[in-house]
């Protein structure tokens, strides 16, 4: 084994979303289950094992799913069952997750069987594991799974296990998942009593890309506090605001928000040694609640992904196997762990909170337009005095694209959990969405960050101009995000290139500082 080779090891000790998230994002980690942990797998079969010599009727293991709940399987055919059982739930439609996605999957799956209450054998645990380590990433379609667990998605990572199913190639070209898993020098599963199930029943899609795009939004938190703070650096000096006082420690101590002292305080190392920090005498006394009650804003929304992460970390850890292999009492117990009500519905909250970041955003962009409109006025004067036309560096009409984005998130804050229909004859009467609720998520995400690229662009622009006429120092962080993207603006490109690469150079800057 290369000794440089990151390392994921699976043990009993609890797992952080973020480790996840990285190990998921990192096909080069290797994957390990510790001995420990192969043990508890055991221990958990031996369960099965012990129930299925004492003939006593359990769900999944010897009766048919859903409203055939009450149907036995004979114990002839309780093999081919487990064949039966993935083919009927690899039912997904549209399009396929993408490698990290998958990668994520698996892993909480894997992580999943480690908890000791799904019954697999430590031979297809150990399958699972392979899987990661060589690359096998399955076809899994996004949509199918009503969040009572994600079955079509794990369904179509079980049908590669057998060796059915599909593989994504390496060019995006659909592979047979028997032929991909002998060129990754695999044999196929044979599984055993009860499985199938096993695979099927865990939240391992809205678990894993949960935790992918929990870091996606930890990091636009930073992004919102960044073009909080150059668009304060705009008011300050276009319209006699950037009033810090909102921002003052004073003020965080006053109300036991964490967030909040967080998002006050990064605006405050932002603006560091710049202008703003002077005390002047013609400040304005409050700037629009955008601006001064921002940390509000932005603090809430960073205790809202806190609560996701920790929803996160709770089904990840958890046992949400359906029945509930419980290898104290040496029982096979049917349950509802597999119904993931608490992320759902952080799912939800995080939604709404990102439409609320968004709501000041683009708020401020409106503050930002007169000054636009100002310097448009300027340049057509000095055109019309003999002056070539200035070429405008900044699109017009930004804001326009600014406030259909908002218009996007507040449509992506409605409820996304309750729309379920009653399934399976009506015993399956209640889902949670779980997954819709996630992928409407990961659309608020791109469009949040989208509009708080416009607003940093539009503050860096018009920061730009304010320096021709009068030079006054801009603070440590915002100066050197500002000459960032006056190198992109210089180039005059199209608007989607300005705003795509401005994007992708700001989340840059973020992540290779930490927080600027």
């Known amino acids: 084994m290369n000794a440089a080779q990151p390392t994921f090891l699976i043990s009993h000790a609890p797992v952080h979303a973020r480790q996840l998230a990285a190990a998921a994002a990192n096909p080069a980690t290797r994957i390990e289950l510790s001995a420990?942990?192969?043990?508890?797998?055991?221990?958990?079969?031996?369960?099965?094992?012990?129930?299925?010599?004492?003939?006593?009727?359990?769900?999944?293991?010897?009766?048919?799913?859903?409203?055939?709940?009450?149907?036995?399987?004979?114990?002839?055919?309780?093999?081919?069952?487990?064949?039966?059982?993935?083919?009927?739930?690899?039912?997904?439609?549209?399009?396929?997750?993408?490698?990290?996605?998958?990668?994520?999957?698996?892993?909480?799956?894997?992580?999943?069987?480690?908890?000791?209450?799904?019954?697999?054998?430590?031979?297809?645990?150990?399958?699972?594991?392979?899987?990661?380590?060589?690359?096998?990433?399955?076809?899994?379609?996004?949509?199918?799974?009503?969040?009572?667990?994600?079955?079509?998605?794990?369904?179509?990572?079980?049908?590669?296990?057998?060796?059915?199913?599909?593989?994504?190639?390496?060019?995006?070209?659909?592979?047979?998942?028997?032929?991909?898993?002998?060129?990754?020098?695999?044999?196929?599963?044979?599984?055993?009593?009860?499985?199938?199930?096993?695979?099927?029943?865990?939240?391992?899609?809205?678990?894993?890309?949960?935790?992918?795009?929990?870091g996606r939004l930890l990091r636009l938190a930073e992004l919102a506090d960044l073009a909080l703070a150059l668009s304060l650096e705009v008011i300050a000096r276009y319209d006699d605001g950037g009033n810090l006082s909102p921002f003052s420690p004073l003020i965080q101590a006053a109300k036991a928000v964490e967030g909040q002292r967080q998002s006050a305080e990064a605006v405050r190392r932002l603006l560091g040694g710049g202008w703003l920090e002077d005390v002047r005498p013609g400040v304005s006394v409050q700037d629009p609640l955008s601006f001064r009650a921002a940390p509000q804003t932005h603090g809430a929304f960073r205790h809202v992904v806190g609560q996701l992460e920790a929803a996160i970390e709770v089904e990840l850890n958890g046992r949400g196997d359906n029945p509930l292999c419980d290898v104290e009492s040496a029982l096979m117990v049917s349950g509802g762990n597999f119904q993931p009500v608490q992320l759902a519905l952080a799912f939800e909250s995080t939604r709404l909170a990102l439409a609320h970041v968004g709501i000041s955003s683009e708020r401020r962009i409106a503050k930002l337009y007169p000054p636009q409109r100002a310097i448009r006025q300027r340049h057509l004067a000095a055109a019309r005095d003999g002056a070539a036309l200035a070429a405008e560096e900044l699109p017009g009409l930004l804001w326009y694209s600014a406030a259909a984005l908002l218009a996007e998130l507040k449509v992506l804050a409605a409820p996304a959990t309750l729309g379920a229909p009653t399934l399976s004859a009506d015993v399956e009467d209640h889902s949670t969405l779980a997954p819709l609720a996630l992928q409407q998520l990961e659309k608020s995400h791109e469009a949040a960050e989208k509009l708080l690229t416009v607003e940093a662009v539009t503050a860096a622009y018009l920061l730009g101009e304010a320096e021709q006429q009068e030079a006054r120092p801009l603070g440590k962080g915002t100066g050197a995000v500002v000459g960032q993207l006056a190198e992109l603006l210089a180039q005059r490109l199209p608007p989607p290139e300005l705003v795509a690469r401005a994007r992708h150079a700001l989340l840059a800057a973020l992540e290779r500082e930490g927080q600027l």
């Open 36 to 214: 420990d942990a192969l043990e508890l797998i055991g221990l958990s079969r031996d369960v099965v094992d012990e129930t299925i010599l004492s003939g006593r009727q359990v769900y999944g293991l010897n009766t048919l799913l859903g409203s055939g709940r009450d149907t036995s399987v004979e114990e002839a055919a309780v093999l081919a069952y487990q064949v039966q059982v993935v083919r009927y739930h690899h039912s997904g439609v549209g399009d396929y997750l993408d490698r990290a996605a998958v990668r994520a999957l698996i892993l909480a799956r894997l992580i999943g069987f480690s908890r000791g209450g799904s019954g697999v054998r430590t031979q297809t645990a150990l399958f699972y594991q392979e899987l990661l380590n060589r690359g096998v990433y399955p076809a899994v379609p996004r949509e199918g799974s009503v969040g009572s667990s994600d079955l079509t998605q794990l369904a179509a990572v079980a049908a590669v296990a057998i060796g059915e199913g599909h593989v994504l190639g390496a060019d995006g070209t659909l592979v047979p998942g028997a032929q991909a898993l002998a060129d990754a020098g695999l044999e196929p599963l044979t599984l055993d009593a009860g499985e199938a199930l096993a695979l099927l029943s865990a939240n391992s899609y809205s678990i894993g890309s949960g935790a992918l795009v929990l």
